[in-house]
């Protein structure tokens, strides 16, 4: 299946009053219909009228066990029938609102806690561990992540979608994508891309990922290098002298 060019309905997973008080028939059928209402919240029920609730989900044969189920919903308020069609109340308002700015920082809050933890995937879990063995002979290889992370800066939007080397932490890697843009780096996705596999390639040779991380946003470094080393050209972020600086000369004795 290409997820991508699937439709989809978002199903809420708070427990209200409300929903628990309908039967479990009741709570599965409207399930069911919320995969077969169109993106106006409509069902067209054709002749059928109510039977028709039944043909549409495909289970026209358990008509009289859904019969009480959808006279529930429709007692509940949550359905309505109107000419030939069953109407589900609030659709559109539930399926195209928004998150809230405090609930996308807690999602991303608990997906960096998990990337700390190492936690994966269990498709990512599959694969990492049907090569256990060779992971310690193989050199960490940098692939793009499937949860980009925006951080904004100045106006500027610093990219973190990478899959850091084990035991990195994320926020500390997403610090030094600012302290980059603040020491007047290289901007934009390649330029990450090749800071991180400099991260990679320093880990590979028995560095500590975090302690060169935080070495280069302590010195304002503008690359990342060996800890306590200026090396592969990783030097400090000078000052901006100013407007009126100009060079020392003979004049000047």
């Avoid at 995969?35 to 106006?40: E, I, T, Y």
């Avoid at 109407?87 to 609102?97: C, D, K, L």
């Avoid at 692939?143 to 990478?162: E, I």
């Avoid at 500390?172 to 302290?179: G, P």
């Amino acid at each position: 299946m290409r997820w991508s060019d699937e439709r989809y309905v978002r199903v809420y997973v708070r427990d209200t009053v409300d929903w628990l008080a309908l039967s479990f028939d009741a709570q599965a059928l409207l399930l069911l219909i919320l995969r077969k209402l169109d993106r106006a919240g409509v069902l067209d029920l054709g002749k059928q009228g109510k039977r028709g609730v039944s043909a549409a989900i495909g289970h026209a044969h358990l008509w009289e066990r859904l019969e009480p189920a959808l006279d529930e919903l429709l007692r509940d308020g949550c359905v309505e029938l109107t000419d030939g069609r069953l109407i589900m109340r609030n659709f559109i308002e539930a399926q195209e609102t928004r998150q809230s700015d405090a609930a996308r920082k807690r999602d991303q809050r608990e997906r960096d806690r998990d990337l700390a933890r190492g936690q994966v995937t269990k498709r990512d879990s599959e694969c990492q561990n049907s090569h256990t063995e060779s992971r310690a002979v193989t050199p960490i290889r940098t692939v793009p992540s499937r949860t980009k992370t925006v951080l904004k800066t100045r106006g500027q939007a610093a990219l973190a979608g990478f899959e850091l080397p084990p035991g990195v932490e994320p926020a500390l890697w997403r610090d030094w994508l600012v302290a980059r843009l603040k020491a007047r780096a290289a901007k934009g996705e390649r330029a990450e891309r090749l800071s991180l596999d400099k991260l990679v390639e320093l880990v590979n040779q028995g560095q500590d990922g975090n302690a060169v991380l935080r070495q280069a946003i302590e010195r304002n470094y503008r690359g990342l290098a060996p800890v306590n080393s200026f090396a592969n050209g990783a030097r400090p972020a000078q000052p901006d002298p100013g407007p009126h600086y100009r060079p020392a000369g003979p004049d000047d004795e």
